[in-house]
């Protein structure tokens, strides 16, 4: 009986992962655990710093076009090459469209949505030359429901689902597939602020199908299989990992 490694095919797969926040550090153990090589990258030295033994770290900001090409050519050289691109960096500002000031749509659109085409367009490059890729981003929920106090954030998870449908047609034939996952409301530093708020836990709960919101564990699964060999005819999908929340 082969084991779930073997099944997932991700022994020595080099993987990129930008994002050692909540859910990406949960993939990067995941991905370790799988016998991947794994560079983690983050603009905060304490996330990378708190990810311990088994992955190489670079601090590196994501916002410029430098930076996203600093990362790719810092996974070729410390990894030997790249085949797996998880994107998990993101940034919310919870105030009504009116109140929204030029600058905090902006800074949003900037980290949550053009680092992913730059870090994705300097990744595709040596993907689509390699002949071989695996693109996962991170979605929301929010780029479909229309969640008060969400617009730049929600803009942008909408521009990631439609970013990720034209990078998955335009690489599958070389190879390279592009799909994102989309979680609901999961805790980490992103929504524990929000979270703790009273009466906002119980109220995104009570929404929730599955009666719970979600943990990063629920959403490592999901990752490592778009990014194993099993999944190499899915393309372009957006997989809501949501206990039901986009249901209702
Ligand atoms: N937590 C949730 O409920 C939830 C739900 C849906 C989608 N998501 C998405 O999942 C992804 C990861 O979220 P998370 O919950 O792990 O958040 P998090 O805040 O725990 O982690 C985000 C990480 O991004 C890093 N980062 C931010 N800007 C950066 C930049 N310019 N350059 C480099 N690194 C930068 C931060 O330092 C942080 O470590 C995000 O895209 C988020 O929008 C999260």
């Known amino acids: 009986?082969?084991?779930?490694?073997?099944?997932?095919?991700l022994s020595g797969a080099r993987v990129l992962v930008a994002g050692a926040g909540g859910?990406?550090?949960a993939c990067i153990k995941e991905f370790v655990a799988a016998g991947a090589s794994v560079l983690a990258v983050d603009r905060d030295d304490s996330r990378l710093a708190a990810l311990g033994p088994g992955a190489a770290t670079e601090r590196l900001d994501l916002t410029t076009t430098e930076g996203c090409d600093d990362a790719v050519a810092?996974?070729?050289?410390?990894?030997?090459?790249?085949?797996?691109l998880v994107h998990s960096i993101g940034v919310n500002h919870r105030v009504p469209i009116l109140e929204t000031a030029d600058e905090d749509w902006n800074r949003i659109l900037e980290i949550n949505l053009t680092s992913a085409f730059r870090l994705g367009r300097a990744a595709g490059?040596?993907?689509?030359?390699a002949g071989f890729?695996?693109?996962?981003?991170?979605?929301s929920v929010?780029?479909?429901l229309a969640h008060p106090d969400h617009g730049p954030y929600a803009a942008s998870k909408g521009g990631i689902n439609q970013l990720v449908r034209v990078m998955a047609r335009e690489w599958a034939s070389r190879g390279v597939t592009v799909n994102a996952i989309a979680p609901g409301y999961v805790e980490t530093e992103l929504t524990r602020t929000h979270l703790d708020r009273p009466g906002v836990r119980e109220h995104y709960t009570s929404m929730v199908p599955a009666g719970r919101l979600g943990t990063v564990n629920d959403l490592t699964g999901p990752v490592l299989y778009l990014a194993s060999r099993q999944a190499a005819f899915v393309t372009g999908h957006v997989l809501y990992v949501d206990g039901g929340r986009t249901l209702v």
Do not use: F, H
């Open 1 to 9: 009986m082969p084991s779930v490694n073997d099944w997932l095919g």
């Open 23 to 25: 859910i990406g550090s």
């Open 74 to 84: 810092a996974a070729q050289d410390r990894l030997g090459g790249l085949d797996v």
């Open 125 to 129: 490059r040596v993907m689509v030359e």
């Open 133 to 139: 890729g695996r693109q996962i981003y991170c979605s």
């Open 142 to 144: 929010s780029s479909i």
